[in-house]
């Protein structure tokens, strides 16, 4: 299996910061990966595909980078709805193993 | 509109076997793999495993390998997640999702079902 390391696994922040969420895959993946967006009782929402490639309707403010084994999710400028949970996942290989998570929550 | 919808939330004693149903709508239904994935309490996503409805072709992760089952019924748009000796252990969310390019596992999970609980306690 493709394991996934995701950093930090939490962290707090204030509305209008900029994020950055790091994912690191124990091998190449190209830009297979994938990120989504958790939070509690609802389900996860497809944020960014392909590493780079904004999914219809998420805001611009979030941003994807990375190719190889090292991906970053970026969001520009924090807004109150984005207090959730950041999963990345891998689509180049079964099992397409997801990151245990970074837990935004409000500083 | 694609829509994934979910059985209900389930009870059961350790030991028991339970099938979950997403029954799926607004797409070729056999043109597409879904997948399922666990949330246990306070834990992380979970990839279990998928199914191509087309001709059931099946892959698991190897850590549910033997311990669930997939499988598909194209004539009611119907994948259904089969949990074998059910233990604590077992309790979680668990949701089917759908890859978004059609015939290929190399996509994101684009829609996702409600997710149902799986609650086990004697």
């Known amino acids: 299996d493709i394991q996934m390391t995701q950093s930090p696994s939490s962290l707090s922040a204030s509305v209008g910061d900029r994020v950055t969420i790091t994912c690191r895959t124990s091998?190449?993946?190209?830009?297979?990966l994938n990120w989504y967006q958790h939070k509690p009782g609802r389900t996860p929402n497809l944020l960014i595909y392909?590493?780079?490639s904004l999914q219809s309707g998420v805001p611009s403010r979030f941003t994807g980078s990375g190719s190889g084994t090292d991906f970053t999710l970026t969001i520009s400028s924090l807004q109150p709805e984005d207090f959730a949970t950041y999963y990345c996942?891998?689509?180049?290989?079964?099992?397409?193993?997801f990151g245990q998570g970074t837990k935004v929550d409000i500083k | 509109e694609v829509q994934l919808v979910q059985s209900e939330a389930e009870v059961r004693k350790p030991g028991e076997c339970l099938k979950i149903?997403?029954?799926?709508?607004?797409?070729?239904?056999?043109?597409?793999?879904i997948g399922w994935v666990r949330q246990m309490p306070g834990k992380g996503l979970e990839w279990m495993g998928i199914i191509y409805p087309g001709d059931s072709d099946t892959r698991y992760s190897p850590s549910f390998q033997g311990l669930v089952s997939i499988s598909a019924d194209k004539s009611i748009n119907t994948t259904y997640l089969g949990l074998n000796n059910l233990k604590a252990s077992d309790i979680g969310i668990y949701y089917c999702a759908r890859h978004s390019i059609g015939g290929s596992i190399a996509s994101p999970f684009d829609y996702w079902g409600q997710g149902t609980l799986v609650t086990v306690s004697s």
């Open positions: 996942q891998q689509s180049y290989t079964a099992p397409n193993t």
């Open positions: 149903s997403c029954q799926v709508s607004g797409y070729s239904f056999t043109n597409y793999w």
């Open positions: 091998q190449t993946i190209d830009t297979y």
């Open positions: 392909r590493a780079s």
